[in-house]
């Protein structure tokens, strides 16, 4: 009973035991009369709220919102249609997908009735069967699809999903604003070998990459020999500062090759490859040898 109809159904109780107290019993039935006949007859509907109302079993009206009569015994109110927006949790446990694999999903669903009297009229209970048809589509839908489409395209799944239970649900008033799909459960044993299958697939990758990095460097190393082929000044200046940057650290120690040394004074190999195939010896080797000499070729020369 709603607080309107209760306070005219109490006033006219108080006022029915008033006057059979002090006036007349046969006017306080009056009274008493009126406030059932008020209680019965007299409705009001919330903004959200549809009455169905039913006259000598044919449908007489659907009512609300807002305060309204009917006539006690004919009429019936025979579903009072709650039309916000409603929402049904639902699942599928080891349902097989296309491809043979048991997952367990979860889904939920958002509905509202925009026809109260089909609502009433074209099912029994409406909110049992939306939730037996959004596990049937639910179901229907992981059997058709390929798990990796279940898992990756949420988005046309929850979409495919709403149309299938749309269709289902429009002849009984009705509407479902979306579907959406919370949680996708495989087995461990399948966890587990899609992960490996995933850390492989990113190794592959790893090393197509390395590859390609491989080929470029080896690409700049070729340009590079090119210029140092016709310029060897370029490749001596660049030993030398590989020498230099390696000599930064301290405390190091650099072993050079010979043939290294020799290539980094190309003027001073040609000189001792030249005496060394006329049979003279290197001059620098001579002095080291004989301090004597070095001393008599300086006085010489100044004598000269």
Partial sequence: MNPITSFLVFVCVLAGLAIGQWVNDYLALVFFAAAAIIAFSLKMANAWQKF???????????????????????????????????????????????DTVPVNVDAIIFWHVHDAEKAALAITHYREAI??????????????????????????????????????????????????????????ALQDAMSRQAQAEREKQARVILGSAEAAIAGKFVEAADIYAGHPAALQLRAMNIIYEATKERGATILIPSSMVDSLNPSAASLALALATKGIPDPEVVAHNNPSLDDNKGNATMVG
Wanted: a neutral charge; aromatic letters at 2%; proline letters at 4%.
């Fill in 131 to 188: 939730d037996r048809v959004a596990q049937t589509s639910l179901r229907e839908m992981i059997g058709s699809s390929m798990l990796a489409a279940l898992l990756s395209d949420r988005k046309e799944t929850d979409e495919h999903l709403k149309n299938e239970i749309a269709k289902k649900t429009a002849p009984w008033g009705i509407s479902v604003s979306s579907v959406e799909i919370r949680d996708v459960a495989i087995p461990e």
């Fill in 52 to 98: 169905v109302i039913l006259r000598m079993g044919k449908l007489q009206s659907v009512k609300g919102p807002g305060l309204f009569v009917i006539i006690p015994v004919i009429d019936n109110v025979v579903a009072v249609i709650d039309e916000r927006i409603q929402t049904t949790a639902f699942n599928a446990e080891q349902a097989l997908t296309k």
